[in-house]
C-alpha cells in the first residue's frame, strides 16, 4: 500500500478531513474547482483530492487518455494547495467508487473522508455498483444545480438515507458521520473555462 500513500499523502496518522471528488474529468472545468473550493470552506476540510478516474463504469470511452487528463487537472488547479489531482484509481483492482472507499478507509484510518458530487449524480448514484455502501462509510456531501435541486429531495438515495444539518457558522461541530448526507446551496461558479486555462489562481479572481 505505500505506493497509494506515494500518490497521495503520507497521512495514515493524521486526524485530517479529506474531501474526495471523482469522476473522469473529460476535462477537468471550472465546476469542478468551483465545488471543491466550497467544500473546503463550508467544511473546513484540509484536503480535496480529485480522483481522475482510469475509466469511468458509466461511460464506454473517453476523449483523452489518462495521463492528459491528469496534466489539465493538474493545470487547472495548480495554484490551489488544499486540492490534490490523483490517478492513484489505476493501482486499484476496480474503479468503483464504493471500492476506491473501502481501500483509502482501509489505509487511512484516522482520515475523516467526505464524499463529494453534485446534485445530478445524487439523482442517479442509485444506479453505481454498490452505491448503499458509499453511504455506508462516509458522509455525502452534494452541491446543488438548480435544476436538479427538487429531484434530490426525491431521489432513491434521500429516501434511504437521511440528510443532517450543517453547522455552516462553526463547521468543525459538524461530525460528518457515514450514513447521511447534505444538500449545499451554492452560488453559481464565477469562473470561466477560458480563464482557467490560462492558470489563473482562483483564490485570486475571488479576492481571498
Same mark, same amino acid.
Given at each position: 500500500?505505500?505506493?497509494?500513500? @506515494? ?10 478531513? /479529506? *474531501?474526495?471528488? *471523482? ?30 478516474? #482510469? ?24 495554484? @490551489?494547495?488544499?486540492?490534490? /489531482? ?6 486499484? #483492482?476496480?474503479?468503483?467508487?464504493? @471500492? ?10 484516522? /482520515? ?29 456531501? /452534494? ?25 455552516? *457558522? ?16 451554492? #452560488?453559481?461558479? #464565477? ?15 475571488? *479576492?481571498?
Amino acid at each position: 500500500m505505500e505506493s497509494i500513500q @506515494e500518490k497521495l499523502l503520507p497521512m495514515q496518522d493524521s486526524d485530517i478531513r /479529506v *474531501g474526495l471528488l *471523482g469522476g473522469s474529468f473529460n476535462p477537468a472545468h471550472s465546476g469542478h474547482l468551483h465545488i471543491s473550493l466550497q467544500a473546503i470552506e463550508l467544511l473546513n476540510l484540509d484536503y480535496v483530492i480529485w480522483l481522475v478516474s #482510469p475509466q469511468n463504469p458509466l461511460k464506454s470511452n473517453m476523449k483523452d487518455s489518462l495521463e492528459k487528463r491528469v496534466s489539465y487537472a493538474k493545470l487547472i488547479s495548480q495554484h @490551489e494547495k488544499k486540492i490534490i /489531482v490523483s490517478d492513484v484509481e489505476k493501482l486499484f #483492482p476496480t474503479t468503483y467508487t464504493s @471500492e476506491t472507499i473501502k481501500i483509502l478507509k482501509h489505509v487511512y484510518p484516522k /482520515v475523516k473522508f467526505v464524499w463529494i458530487m453534485g446534485a445530478d449524480n445524487m439523482l442517479q448514484v442509485h444506479k453505481w455498483h454498490s452505491w448503499r455502501d458509499i453511504f455506508d462509510a462516509v458522509f455525502v456531501a /452534494v452541491f446543488d444545480r438548480e435544476e436538479y435541486a427538487e429531484g434530490v429531495i426525491a431521489s432513491e438515495a434521500s429516501k434511504c438515507y437521511n440528510t443532517v444539518d450543517v453547522d455552516l *457558522g462553526d463547521s468543525r461541530k459538524n461530525n460528518l458521520d457515514s450514513g447521511h448526507w447534505h444538500l449545499f446551496k451554492i #452560488p453559481k461558479s #464565477p469562473l470561466s473555462s477560458t480563464i482557467l486555462r490560462g492558470g489563473v489562481s482562483v483564490s485570486r479572481l475571488w *479576492g481571498t
